[in-house]
């Protein structure tokens, strides 16, 4: 599968109060309608902002995705998933070194990643 990830819409470089105040907080989507990379993934796999909002990591939303794997606990986060937060929220990434990073973990993974915008 091929994601787009708008980089007007994209929050990401973690939490700050600097960043917080004009963003928002870093969740799936959060409140001022700004969506980490994995937020926009999953919106594009149709599931619904409304589940998405205020939502801090995929597998609360409680639904079967390409970033969450069903076990007997419930859902739980792929390693993929892990390692894109990781990546998305760490401040010390420049924007095209975080781009390169994510686009090459989706890569692992056979996904395709886009930006725009």
């Known amino acids: 599968m091929k994601y787009t990830i708008d980089r007007q819409t994209w929050r990401r470089g973690g939490d700050s ?4 105040d004009k963003f928002g907080n870093t969740y799936l989507l959060n409140p001022k309608g700004f969506m ?3 937020g926009q993934c999953l919106l594009q796999e149709g599931i619904s902002k409304d589940r998405l909002l205020s939502i801090e990591i995929p597998q609360d939303v409680d639904l079967n995705s390409s970033f ?3 076990s007997f606990e ?3 986060d792929t390693s993929l998933s892990i390692k ?3 990546v998305n ?3 010390s990434y420049s924007d095209k070194a975080r781009e390169e990073e994510l686009t ?3 890569k692992q993974n056979n996904l395709e990643l886009e930006f725009i915008n």
């Open 17 to 20: 109060k600097e960043s917080n």
């Open 36 to 38: 980490c990379c994995l």
């Open 68 to 70: 969450v794997r069903r």
């Open 74 to 76: 419930g859902f739980l």
């Open 84 to 86: 894109a937060m990781a």
């Open 89 to 91: 929220d760490d401040p």
């Open 104 to 106: 090459k973990l989706f």
